[in-house]
């Protein structure tokens, strides 16, 4: 009987062990250094593109989390200096969605995510001058007959959230019809059944593109735009939807995909199956992986016993390593589309949308600590 008692006493200091999450305090502590960091280092005053906006997307969550108004009012400028805009121009007949930086290029998902903010701050504040530009672009685009418009991984992260945040917003039914009908060609082109993740786009699907050890290459950022983009349109998407249960089943299976390949170090490198085809640490494809499983265990999607253990090494890893004393995170590939051999990623290696995917995990840390 005795022996009994302390099995099952280790038993259960062993589980205890296993479910040991941060102090809350401490990880609002390292949320407020980071973002005060960035924004004391980098004027709001800039474009909509996707890197800044990848960032707002974080510090949204952030303002969600704390209720700070200082870091609202940053994100408020950034939506002000910008009309609510994206790609401005008004001649639809030029209107594109390939890759672009010029102001016809208005159906390219990547002047589109500026949207979700935009949708965050009317819900916040309604009034329509903040929604009326996304509107009358993702209106047009349903309109047209087109269903090729994500056609890169990342747009999976830009635009997804966006057709959710306006169904919520508008009522119609059209934004969810399209999500699926857009996602659906994304998928044609991209999704590899037989591992559960996505090449980054056409380009890179296996055996046409390999990696240096002759597999498939999945890139970490990539794959992190899309688990994350998973995440946030199953918060916002309604529970009869008829394509949530799918929406979910891909989302489990790609959460089981990325949890098998993190490295011991607690991080994913840019190739996530071939470590050593650029190898070393990497820290905006490891953030957006940590925020996606955190939000899954949250939700009741993930199981906490089998995933906890993924999400505490890549905590330890993007609080150890990539986060340096002054809030600056460190380790996040520059602006690309692919794992490159011998580029050099390093502490000095930052990036507004490596923030804001730090800034999604950690406020899913503090959620996961205030629910267990």
């Not at 062993?14 to 941060?22: E, S």
């Not at 290459?217 to 946030?232: I, N, S």
């Not at 490891?286 to 925020?291: E, I, L, M, Q």
């Amino acid at each position: 009987m005795k022996k009994t008692f302390i099995l099952l006493a280790s038993l259960l200091s062993l589980q205890g062990c296993m479910y040991t999450a941060p102090d809350k305090e401490e990880v609002l502590g390292i949320i407020d250094r980071v973002n005060t960091y960035w924004q004391e280092n980098n004027s709001p005053e800039v474009r909509p593109f996707w890197d800044n906006a990848a960032y707002h997307t974080g510090n949204m969550e952030v303002y969600f989390l704390t209720g700070n108004e200082n870091q609202l009012a940053y994100t408020k400028r950034w939506a002000e200096h910008n009309n609510y805009c994206g790609a401005t121009s008004n001649n639809k007949e030029e209107w594109v969605y390939s890759y672009g930086e010029r102001p016809e290029y208005v159906l390219f998902g990547d002047w589109q995510i500026c949207f979700q903010t935009y949708a965050d701050l009317y819900n916040l504040e309604p009034d329509t001058v903040k929604v009326a530009r996304a509107r009358e672009v993702m209106e047009y685009q349903m309109s047209t007959p087109n269903n090729d418009y994500w056609w890169w991984a990342d747009g999976l992260y830009m635009v997804m959230p966006v057709m959710t945040k306006l169904y919520n917003i508008t009522g119609n039914p059209l934004y969810l019809d399209k999500l699926y009908e857009y996602f659906s060609y994304a998928r044609s082109i991209m999704y590899d059944e037989e591992t559960g993740l996505f090449f980054r786009d056409a380009k890179y699907v296996y055996p046409h593109h390999r990696s240096n050890n002759g597999g498939k290459d999945f890139w970490a950022r990539g794959d992190g735009w899309v688990l994350a983009g998973f995440a946030k349109v199953l918060k916002d998407l309604p529970e009869d939807d008829a394509h949530r249960g799918e929406y979910i089943e891909l989302y489990t299976k790609m959460a089981e995909a990325v949890k098998a390949c993190q490295q011991p170090e607690g991080y994913w490198t840019r190739s996530m199956l071939d470590k050593n085809h650029a190898p070393g640490p990497e820290t905006s494809g490891t953030a957006f992986f940590t925020y996606g499983i955190l939000w899954g265990i949250n939700n009741g999607l993930l199981d906490r016993r089998e995933y906890w253990p993924t999400v505490e090494r890549a905590w330890e890893y993007l609080t150890t390593v990539a986060l340096q004393p002054d809030g600056r995170v460190g380790y996040v590939q520059p602006i690309g589309e692919r794992a490159i051999p011998g580029q050099i990623v390093d502490v000095n290696s930052t990036a507004n949308f490596g923030v804001g995917a730090f800034l999604l995990a950690a406020c899913e840390m503090v959620r996961y600590i205030d629910a267990h």
